[in-house]
């Protein structure tokens, strides 16, 4: 059973930048394609980012240019850097293991305001 756990979440002033972490257990990480969604307060909840096992990444419209998503296999984590950052960006960011057996992390707030 594959367990997701989010960090660095937190408060950024508009310009500002974060960097959030997703650390993986209890699967071989490696061969997974991983991805950040991000939920705002009464929306639903939407796509940021992915990364499949070699390295491709995919960017939702809204983020592309200032959002990059990585990985480091010998970690078992994936990264999603967030620079420019918006108060449109406020939301709960979640990290997700793709199909199959897709699993959810717990989500970690990032809240962007002056």
């Known amino acids: 059973q594959v367990q997701l756990m989010e960090s660095g979440g937190g408060l950024v002033q508009p310009g500002g930048s974060l960097r959030l972490s997703c650390a993986a257990s209890?699967?071989?990480?490696?061969?997974?394609?991983m991805g950040w969604y991000r939920q705002a307060p009464g929306k639903q909840r939407d796509f940021v980012a992915s990364i499949t096992s070699g390295g491709s990444t995919a960017y939702a419209g809204s983020v592309k240019g200032r959002f990059t998503i990585s990985r480091d296999n010998a970690k078992n984590t994936v990264y999603l850097q967030m620079n420019s950052l918006k108060p449109e960006d406020t939301a709960v960011y979640y990290c997700?293991?793709?199909?199959?057996?897709?699993?959810w992390g717990q989500g970690t707030q990032v809240t962007v305001s002056s």
């Open positions: 209890g699967s071989i990480f490696s061969k997974n394609v």
């Open positions: 997700k293991k793709f199909p199959p057996n897709s699993t």
